[in-house]
């Protein structure tokens, strides 16, 4: 199994520009979510999904937009990227949120705005 | 969720067993404690949880005290390889993960 995948690995951007980062996987999890994580900081939670068609904000959600029409996918686009959105996000997906289960992450993309 | 309280930095020597603490005093009846680790800023990595009892796996043991306000994260024999930020995270099923600032652990040869 690939597990979570995310692309691309890196990214440069000027500010202003949009792009969208991509996540997948193939474990048929229900529940799927965004962090990014900014250099010497903990994870904090951008978006998140419970199920295909459903999604909720997190903590940081300011500047980006998500949807899920897949149980497979769930891209973060960043509509007008500020040298503040420069960060390492992370994806993640675990089988339940109801069940105590264990997330799986993606080996992240780290986004720089010039 | 409950906030947790973990130190900052520990060093542990190679081979030795390495105990991470974590206070979380305002912990509820239906929360858990997760841990997870990241290593050099790859993706975080699940490692135990446990409700109330002390639960082991292949990579660590977590001793979660009587009355649940604090725990400890068990490495039994650090390796270099365990050199890595480590979360404890307090969580009710069905919500989210909430990471803090975690415990930066340096194993030495």
């Known amino acids: 199994n690939a597990g979570v995948t995310q692309t691309p690995k890196f990214q440069v951007l000027k500010t202003g520009q949009s792009m969208t980062l991509q996540c997948a996987q193939d474990m048929n999890h229900e529940y799927m979510s965004w962090y990014r994580q900014d250099p010497g900081m903990g994870l904090r939670l951008i978006h998140y999904?419970?199920?295909?068609?459903?999604?909720d904000q997190g903590e940081v959600p300011n500047g980006y937009n998500v949807s899920r029409s897949t149980t497979e996918d769930f891209p973060l686009r960043l509509l007008s990227a500020a040298p503040s959105q420069t960060s390492v996000y992370f994806c993640?997906?675990?089988?339940?949120?109801?069940?105590?289960?264990?997330?799986?992450f993606g080996q992240g993309t780290r986004l720089t705005v010039v | 969720d409950a906030k947790t309280t973990q130190p900052p930095s520990m060093d542990c020597a190679e081979g030795r067993a390495a105990n991470l603490p974590c206070n979380h005093s305002t912990i509820s009846g239906n929360e858990y404690v997760y841990w997870y680790r990241q290593i050099h800023s790859q993706g975080p990595q699940y490692i135990i949880h446990?409700?109330?009892n002390n639960e082991t796996n292949e990579m660590a043991s977590l001793i979660i005290t009587e009355d649940r306000k604090s725990s400890t994260l068990i490495l039994p024999h650090a390796t270099l390889r365990d050199t890595a930020v480590y979360y404890c995270i307090v969580r009710a099923a069905g919500n989210k993960l909430t990471f803090g600032g975690g415990t930066r652990v340096l194993v030495k040869p």
């Open positions: 999904s419970v199920g295909a068609g459903i999604t």
């Open positions: 446990g409700l109330k």
């Open positions: 993640a997906s675990s089988y339940s949120t109801v069940l105590t289960t264990e997330a799986f």
